[in-house]
């Protein structure tokens, strides 16, 4: 036990060093006032991001008279002109980028959880396969979930179709299956531009928060490659899932570390403006962290649209520490309390 989270902490020391080598240190920033999810006065709780446009905030930008046709052109076009004044008027270490980052439609796992309650999920039924009757194990999306990830993409339709929003010019993924379907059955058939298409990259970093439920432990690369056979893996994706351990979770300050690290390794190989990132609730909220957003729940099958610029400096990132995993604790029977007051398991009975 030990072994493997020293090992965990050796390969995630590695493997952050080496998104980092050569490297320079990049600062992320949100520009803030172009969607509604960037004000505190916008609730998570009840924001219905394909009911209000995404969020897009209805206002001019300090570019719009020099917009072609201004009365024909939608907000999605003028912003679009916005951030190509600014990436044309940027310093030469800085740019602008728009990240849609969506969270994949409901899994098993998530139903599971909603069904047993937390406590009893987290410290017992979560560590198993599933319970005979549905797997949880790197789960698939449920019907639910997979009519989420149809109602996105009339909503991608109509804002390709009537908004004119600007496509992503390339799509990230997490390599959990609840996350490569989401992003198959979002974004597949879409009418995208020819030099624009559906080409996803699975990133490793991109998955969720690692915990010892075994919905945080991946499949191997050459399953995921038998169901998503046009996905590209990124270069050193292993075959069996180095990361996940049996047992143990990953401290959160590690999260936000990785979830540094594979943005910088995104803005450092790829000079696209408009990025899609199809990952977890706990990862976008580190993701969100990391480039200084302010927290935003996402329910299942929801995304969030963040406009982001990125200075990179002219000096290596500052060193960090990877903390060992910790292990996580259990119950020998699920506990029967529902609501979420055990986290820590504290309520085996
Ligand atoms: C969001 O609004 C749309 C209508 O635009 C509706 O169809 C959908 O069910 C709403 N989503 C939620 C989660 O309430
Ligand atoms: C934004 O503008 C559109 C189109 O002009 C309009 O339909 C919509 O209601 C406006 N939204 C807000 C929040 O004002
Ligand atoms: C297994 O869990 C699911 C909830 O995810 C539930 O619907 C089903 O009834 C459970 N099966 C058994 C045998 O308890
Ligand atoms: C991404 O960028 C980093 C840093 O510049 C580099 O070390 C790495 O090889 C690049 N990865 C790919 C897949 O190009």
């Given at each position: 036990m030990i072994a493997s989270s020293l090992l965990y902490g050796l390969l995630a020391a590695a493997s952050s060093v080496k998104a980092y080598s050569h490297a320079k240190s990049i600062d992320y920033t949100v520009i803030t006032g172009i969607f509604q999810q960037d004000e505190a006065a916008t609730d998570p709780s009840t924001f219905n991001f394909t009911a209000s446009n995404f969020g897009l905030i209805n206002r001019t930008y300090p570019s719009d008279s020099s917009c072609p046709d201004r009365q024909h052109t939608t907000q999605w076009q003028r912003l679009a002109h916005y951030i190509s004044t600014l990436n044309k008027k940027a310093l030469r270490n800085e740019r602008y980028a728009l990240l849609f980052m969506g969270r994949h439609g409901e899994g098993y796992h998530n139903a599971a959880e909603s069904y047993f309650g937390t406590p009893a999920w987290n410290c017992y039924w979560s560590e198993l396969e599933g319970n005979g009757t549905v797997?949880?194990?790197?789960?698939?999306?449920?019907?639910?979930?997979?009519?989420?990830?149809?109602?996105?993409?009339?909503?991608?339709?109509?804002?390709?179709?009537?908004?004119?929003?600007?496509?992503?010019?390339?799509?990230?993924?997490?390599?959990?299956?609840?996350?490569?379907?989401?992003?198959?059955?979002?974004?597949?058939?879409?009418?995208?531009?020819?030099?624009?298409?559906?080409?996803?990259?699975?990133?490793?970093?991109?998955?969720?928060?690692?915990?010892?439920?075994?919905?945080?432990?991946?499949?191997?690369?050459?399953?995921?490659?038998?169901?998503?056979?046009?996905?590209?893996?990124?270069?050193?994706?292993?075959?069996?899932?180095?990361?996940?351990?049996?047992?143990?979770?990953?401290?959160?300050?590690?999260?936000d570390i990785r979830s540094k690290a594979v943005l910088d390794d995104i803005f450092a190989n790829d000079s696209s403006t408009y990025m899609s990132i199809t990952s977890h609730s706990g990862e976008i909220k580190s993701l969100l962290r990391v480039l200084g957003h302010r927290e935003f729940r996402l329910s299942t099958g929801s995304a969030i649209p963040v406009l982001v610029k990125a200075t990179t400096l002219n000096s290596p990132p500052p060193s960090t520490t990877i903390l060992p995993y910790t292990p996580q604790k259990t119950c020998a029977a699920p506990p029967t309390i529902r609501d979420s007051s055990c986290n820590d398991c504290s309520c085996c009975t």
């Open positions: 797997i949880w194990a790197d789960p698939k999306l449920t019907d639910q979930g997979i009519a989420q990830t149809e109602h996105v993409k009339t909503f991608w339709k109509q804002l390709i179709e009537k908004q004119k929003i600007t496509t992503p010019q390339t799509y990230y993924t997490s390599p959990l299956y609840r996350c490569l379907d989401t992003a198959k059955l979002t974004f597949t058939g879409l009418k995208l531009p020819r030099n624009k298409p559906f080409k996803p990259v699975i990133k490793e970093f991109l998955r969720e928060g690692i915990s010892a439920h075994t919905c945080d432990r991946r499949n191997s690369k050459s399953y995921i490659h038998k169901h998503f056979p046009t996905f590209k893996f990124e270069r050193g994706f292993a075959e069996e899932d180095p990361y996940w351990t049996e047992g143990f979770a990953e401290p959160s300050q590690d999260q």
